[in-house]
């Protein structure tokens, strides 16, 4: 399907959050997800959000420093 | 207040009235604080379980002979010094799930200014959910390129500073003055999201 990603049109097979990030690379436990204008953080029920065709998903990394 | 001679009247109690709560208080968290009082914000809870230590000094806002000092003390005392008179709740603990929620249930407003990627996820994960204006940092070690760290409004409330990507890790390391950006960037777009201005 495809979804915007980051603003960018994305052709993805996943069909849960959690499995994008997969897709990506990205580790859920470090990342905030703002899907259909909510937030998501740290996994949080990412498992359970089904991506749907033209969402919009964007993915901010929490690396660390302080 | 230092700030009040340029605060309009409602801006000083909108300011004086809030209570921020800082989860950290190292090189994130002692400088925003520093610049959350110096804007006139009076109430400050602030968390941290570690002591002052030499390396510390590259960017903390903390003096040589404080050295071995809780930081949550040394904190209080050093912006006890720009404000006497400011309410501080302060408390010498590591945060973690359990805690959260006790410690910071009356804040009005949230900086997240811990160390660890993983830190920063839980206390997130903790806080998000009261729909408070909330700031937060991701990417700030090394130095040079300060246009690298910008901030990102992620829903109404969070504010996200840093580049997104300059871990602080076995290479790489925390400095002054891009830690010190993006701290002054948390206090800055937090003092705009509290007067309900565009952060």
Redesign the interface.
Known sequence: MKITYQGKDEETAASTVAAFLAEKGIDA????V?YR???Y??S?SLDALSLEEGAEL?V??????? | MGANAYLSERERQILESAIVGIAGAGGLGSNCAMHLVRAGVKKLVIADFDTVNESNLNRQFFFRDQLGRKKVDALAENLRRIEPDLELDIHDTRLCPENIGEIFSGCTAFVEALDSADAKAMFLKAVLPFGKPTVATSGLAGWGKSGGIVQRRIGKNLILAGDMESNVGDNSFPFSPRVGIAAAMEANALVALLLGEEP
Do not use: C, L, Q
Not at chain 1, 29 to 32: S, Y
Not at chain 1, 60 to 66: D, K, L, P, W
């Open positions: 436990k470090t990342a905030i703002e204008g909510e937030i953080s740290a949080e964007n901010y990394r929490i690396v660390s420093g302080g």
